[in-house]
Structures are given as C-alpha cells and as structure tokens.
C-alpha cells in the first residue's frame, strides 16, 4: 500500500472521531461549534503539507487553501475540490468506533455484539458487491460520517500527494471545506471570490464511479391550519379539528408523488413534520423535482390545495410560507460539460466505470453553481449515509484519491 493510500484511510479515521454533527436548530453559522475541531485539525495538516494561501473561517467555520501550479501550468484553469465537515442530524456521531473488516467475506457483518446490531446483506444487497474488499463500519450505535469526512480525507490525500510530488504537472488546484451542508446551509458564508476556481467538484457523492450533475430542485414550505377548538360533547356544525384539516389537505396531493413510490428523476411532496391541536397545527413539506416546469407546477398544485380549502373553510383556515431552497444544477452544468467529460475520462484511464446519475437531493455544488462556480458532484466511495449502517469501501476510498489526481491533470489540456 502506497503511502497516499495509508494516508486517506489515516485521515479519514482520524477525522470520523471527530464529531461535527450540525443541528436543524441552530440560526448560527456553523449550527454546532464542534463543527470547528474538525476545522482546526484540517488547518494544523494543510499547513504541516505546506499547503500555500491557508485561510479559516473563524466565524463560520470554512477552510480554504491552495496547492500552487507546477512550473508552466500558471495558465491552466484552476480547479476547485470541496466537501463538507459535518454529519447528519438524523443519527448521533459522538462516539463513533470505526473499524476495518479486512477481506470482507459476502456475509452479513456483525456491527455489535453485546447489542446484536447485525448488517445484513438482505436488508442492503449491494454489500455482496464488495466481497475480497475492506469496508469500515461503525459499533452500530452511531453513523459513520462517511458523509462527507470520506470526501474530506480524500482531498486531503490528493493535495499531500501532489506536495510530495512536484513531478506530476498540474494547474493551480483550490481546496474548501464547508460547515452545515447537511441542514442546507453549506453555502450561506462560502466566498467563491475568495476561493478564486475556475471549476470545482465536490466530492460528496457514493458508490465508486457515481458522478453527478443534476439534483432536485427544490422548495420548503410551511402549512398553518387554524382550527375552532369546541368541547367534543357539543362540536356539531361548530368545531373545525385543525389536525383533520391538515389530514385534508395531505390527502388532495397526488398519493403517486410521494418519496415512497418514487425514483430516479420522479419528484414528490414530502410531509416531514405534523404537529398540533384541534385549535391549531403546523405541517412542513419538502418539494421536489429534477424538471424545473413540473417543479413550478408542483408549488403551484400545493397553493391552489390551500386556496381551495380556503373557499371552503374560509380566508385564512390555510396559511402557506413557501420558499425556493436550491436549483438543479444540470441549468449550469450543460455550459461546461468539459467538467462531466473529463471526470467521466479520468475515470475510465483508470478502469472505473462511469455512472452518471441524478442525486435525488442536493449539494453545495447545486447552490455554489448557481453562485458562478459551475461545481458537479463526485463519488466517496460510502453507503449507506445518514444511519447506523453507514460503510465506506477502504479500496474504493484510495482509488479516488487517484481519480482526483488524474482529473487535475486532465486540465493541463484544456482548451
């Protein structure tokens, strides 16, 4: 094993231990102040690589810095790479236990013995896929935080091994490191002037080979029901159950467009969140869809659904706050598809199959292309995110660090 192969597995061991999980909560950027360990950490590293223009973020918690261009490539496009510190809400990573199952056997992988937490390869049959490899795997109480600290150990590898050699040519490559992507704010305080990249990639994706440059767009929005709270025994033709009108109004969007049945570039209305009383309750929904017209008809189909129940209950029973989240990035991808041809080239110099696919989500790429940094998306090499059976494939991890590598070379043509 190479030692920029020993390395991003170091790192990204190291970094896992680390926990950056951001909160929904928070108004602040970063949303946790432990986002800033891992940052402190990255800083101490690209200065001890020697790494040039190191800048941190203090207040918001963004890492950027540079490798210089070799001698004659001063003109030769300058590349961005960036990913993102945090984890997911949605499961603890304080605490997490990595571990590497050398040679992985096909089988069903027992996480946890004392608590019987087992990986099976009939819940996640991709696992199969992965036999004779090394996978890391958590203790099964915690996520991994492959998402994105796998992205952020390998550009970490990338920049070290292109310090170690200046014999590899290359263009002026720019290195970022975000706070708080998983709550959607990933791009709020990124100065893409600062940053100063031509073109970047994040490297945010899965599964080795996956490259990415459509998402969803995007909208949020809020539904208020005002109800008439009226003592049961005494309700006829008086009381208006807020909660039953919430139920009223889920039920008149399409039951087809809901993420359950829905895949590939198919959009959906999402309920993720209904609380309240019979006097009043809150729904929050999530809209989404890869076409940017059935995304507008979408908004549209949900406001006319309070404007009916409006009509029928009266003026103001529905309040809706909607508001536009992110865009499919494909709008500006297809402006620059030098960046999806030579990471699709990149990838088959080194045997990997390409497979372009639509993320059924978002990245700071959607937002920061919309920002004048045209940034498609990048495999990890991890599975699983946002749980307890969260994985990265070890083999996969360091033959990205290779794709990166070979993806600033390929700009050395570039015309």
Do not use: W
């Not at 990890?380 to 590598?405: K, P, S, W």
């Amino acid at each position: 094993m190479g030692i920029k192969m020993k390395k991003v597995i170091e790192n990204f061991l190291e970094y896992v231990r680390i926990d950056t999980q951001s909160s929904e909560e928070s108004l602040e950027t970063p949303s946790t102040q432990k986002q800033h360990n891992l940052a402190e950490v990255l800083v101490r590293q690209l200065t001890d690589m020697g790494a040039e223009e190191i800048t941190y973020d203090r207040k918001h918690c963004y890492v950027y810095a540079s490798v210089p261009a070799s001698k004659g490539c001063e003109d030769v496009p300058v590349i961005g790479f960036i990913a993102h510190m945090d984890t997911a809400p949605a499961v603890t990573g304080e605490g997490v236990k990595p571990r590497i199952v050398e040679n992985y056997d096909g089988k069903d992988i027992l996480l946890n013995q004392e608590k019987q937490i087992i990986m099976r390869v009939e819940d996640f049959p991709e696992l199969s896929s992965y036999k004779g490899k090394r996978l890391i795997v958590t203790d099964g109480t915690t996520l991994l935080g492959a998402d994105d600290k796998a992205g952020v150990a390998e550009i970490m590898a990338m920049a070290e091994e292109l310090l170690l050699h200046p014999e590899i040519s290359h263009g002026k490559v720019r290195i970022g490191f975000t706070p708080d992507e998983e709550v959607g704010a990933g791009a709020d305080h990124f100065d893409v002037k600062l940053f100063g990249a031509d073109y970047a990639y994040t490297v945010d994706g899965g599964k080795l080979g996956e490259l990415e440059y459509e998402n969803f767009n995007a909208a949020g929005a809020k539904v208020i029901i005002h109800g008439r709270s009226v003592h049961p025994g005494d309700a006829k033709d008086k009381m208006r159950n807020a909660i039953l009108m919430a139920q009223e109004f889920q039920s008149m969007l399409p039951v087809s467009e809901n993420p359950m049945y829905t895949c590939e570039y198919e959009g959906f209305f999402h309920l993720d969140q209904l609380n309240g009383t019979v006097e009043e309750a809150k729904a929050e929904y999530i809209i989404r869809d890869h076409d940017r017209i059935k995304f507008e008809k979408k908004k549209e189909l949900f406001l006319q659904t309070g404007a009916f129940l409006n009509s029928r209950y009266g003026e103001g029973t529905f309040e809706i706050e909607m508001k536009d989240s992110y865009y499919n990035m494909k709008e500006i991808i297809e402006g620059h598809m030098h960046l999806v041809d030579y990471a699709k080239e990149a990838m088959e110099e080194l045997e990997i199959v390409p497979v372009v696919v639509p993320i059924r989500g978002g990245t700071d790429g959607a937002r920061l292309s919309f920002m004048g940094l045209p940034c498609p998306n990048l495999c990890t090499g991890g599975q699983n995110f946002h749980g307890r059976f969260e994985y990265a494939c070890a083999d996969e991890m360091e033959r990205i660090v290779d794709l990166l590598i070979k993806i600033v070379e390929k700009y050395q043509v570039f015309n």
